[in-house]
């Protein structure tokens, strides 16, 4: 089945900028999207369509994509970003939903 | 403003039959290009998704768990409702309905999340 793949976690100082990456072969047909999800919490899309920001999300989350690689960039860090980040995406046949694994942001 | 609240038991024992219902507000199941999914996690690890149902009745499962899972929608109570058959311990997990906008994308996303129900399946 069709996996997306992110790095189990990714730590920052605060004010520094966070990149989180998710790699899957179909990503260059379909659209990613991002969820932030704090403990206890459901989650929150913060980016669709690779880069398109919901309203209300800070100016400082940021989406892109080359190939087969999306990115979510997290500029001038702060304390309340810490978070576990799930991209999402679709199959090649763009039909079934599919989430990567998640990753821990540390801001230390 | 839209929402959505998930309902059902607590607790379910191995081998029955889970039902979950969806209730959300803010919306219409009968607008074209609207869905409405459900999404499970386990406690501590990742999300993962189980259905789909759109606007026009058309319904997508995840592949790994086709065989167990329904998804129905009453568009006059504003209602979805996922059935998940013989349940296991493994099964136990959080379990989330969320909003999926028109768009052009099949899958597409979701952009308001019920607040989840914890479902724990054990003797």
């Known amino acids: 089945s069709y996996e997306l793949t992110q790095p189990p976690s990714v730590s920052v100082s605060p004010g520094q900028t966070a990149r989180i990456t998710c790699s899957g072969d179909?990503?260059?047909?379909?659209?990613a999207y991002w969820y932030q999800q704090k403990p206890g919490q459901a989650p929150v899309l913060v980016i669709y369509k690779d880069s398109e920001r919901p309203s209300g999300i800070p100016e400082r989350f940021s989406g892109s994509s080359s190939g087969t690689t999306v990115t979510l960039t997290i500029s001038g860090v702060q304390a309340e970003d810490e978070a576990d980040y799930y991209c999402?995406?679709?199959?090649?046949?763009?039909?079934?939903?599919?989430f990567g694994g998640g990753t821990k942001l540390t801001v230390l | 403003q839209i929402t959505l609240k998930e309902s059902g038991p607590t607790l379910v024992k191995p081998t029955q039959t889970l039902t979950l219902t969806c209730t959300f507000s803010?919306?219409?199941?009968?607008?074209?290009?609207?869905?409405v999914g459900w999404i499970r996690q386990p406690p501590g690890k990742a999300l993962e998704w189980l259905a789909l149902?759109?606007?026009?009745?058309?319904?997508r499962y995840s592949p790994s768990l086709k065989s167990r899972l329904t998804i129905t929608k009453d568009t006059s109570k504003n209602q979805v409702v996922l059935t998940m058959t013989n349940m296991d311990p493994v099964d136990t997990a959080t379990y989330y309905c969320a909003h999926r906008p028109a768009g052009i994308a099949v899958a597409g996303h979701f952009d308001y999340w019920g607040q989840g129900t914890l479902v724990t399946v054990s003797s």
């Open positions: 149902i759109y606007w026009n009745d058309d319904k």
């Open positions: 179909a990503l260059p047909k379909q659209y």
């Open positions: 803010g919306f219409s199941l009968s607008t074209s290009g609207v869905g």
């Open positions: 999402q995406s679709a199959d090649s046949s763009g039909t079934s939903v599919v």
